[in-house]
């Protein structure tokens, strides 16, 4: 299986091992049959519906130019949350295919991946588990939100797991969830797909929860307290031409002659 793209930090972590996805699909091999998997987890498929919510006024187009998206500018983001102090769990997101974010349009398939890690800053990084504050993670989700030129509302992309599932059976977890920091790293999903946007789409925010444990002192199977991470992340979808998808809600007119 080809190595996943570099996130804009360096990360450790976890391949995603065919033969141990939980997902009904145990005889899947490859990066290809991965993605495939992960993605029927969102219960979404090319051209699927999806629900949508009138917005009472619609987007300007001033709006639209300011949609603000740091994954876009540089194809990668990281997304750092302090969970407890000098103890973080960073998010990295990055862009899979097409890898030039202004090829993300409404019409094409726009392929993600990301890894989710925990640093505890008070030891050094090679330090043994034993000496860690652990972090566990126990659940995944992540929705979207659309927006719209027409002041519509949609979400498209939606996905719900248990991290374990995504993971090798040999690697580090308990009833808590899967464990972020041990010498395996954290959890890497390659890639998933955001399939078909409506047509007047210029940007889609992903929504990401992670419900995890964090434990307050190292090596206290005792002192472990139950959290929810969010985190969101703005992508820019652009048109054909590579710039911002904007649709104008003006009707033509004629020049006057």
Request: proline share 7%; with cysteine.
């Amino acid at each position: 299986m080809a190595t996943a793209p570099q996130p804009s930090r360096a990360v450790r972590r976890v391949v995603l091992g065919a033969a141990a996805l939980a997902l009904g699909a145990s005889s899947l091999t490859g990066c290809q049959q991965i993605a495939e998997a992960f993605n029927s987890i969102q219960g979404e498929a090319p051209g699927a519906a999806s629900t949508a919510t009138p917005v009472p006024q619609p987007v300007s187009t001033t709006a639209a130019m300011d949609f603000d998206s740091l994954f876009s500018y540089d194809g990668s983001v990281s997304l750092t949350t302090d969970v407890a102090s000098d103890l973080e769990v960073v998010l990295d997101v990055w862009a899979a295919d097409p890898k030039r974010t202004r090829e993300w349009t409404p019409n094409n398939e726009k392929v993600f991946g990301f890894a989710i890690n925990a640093y505890d800053r008070r030891v050094d990084d090679k330090a043994v588990l034993a000496q860690k504050r652990r972090v566990y993670v126990s659940s995944i989700s992540i929705t979207s939100q659309t927006a719209q030129t027409s002041g519509m509302v949609q979400q498209p992309f939606q996905f719900a797991a248990d991290p374990r599932t995504l993971v090798p059976p040999d690697t580090l977890r308990s009833d808590r969830g899967l464990l972020l920091n041990s010498y395996q790293g954290g959890l890497l999903v390659p890639e998933t797909t955001i399939f078909m946007l409506p047509a007047d789409t210029y940007g889609i925010t992903l929504q990401f929860s992670f419900g995890i444990y964090v434990e307050g002192t190292a090596n206290d199977d005792a002192s472990f307290a139950q959290q929810t991470i969010y985190q969101y992340l703005p992508i820019a979808i652009y048109n054909d031409q590579g710039t911002l998808n904007i649709v104008s809600n003006q009707p033509t007119t004629a020049p006057q002659g």
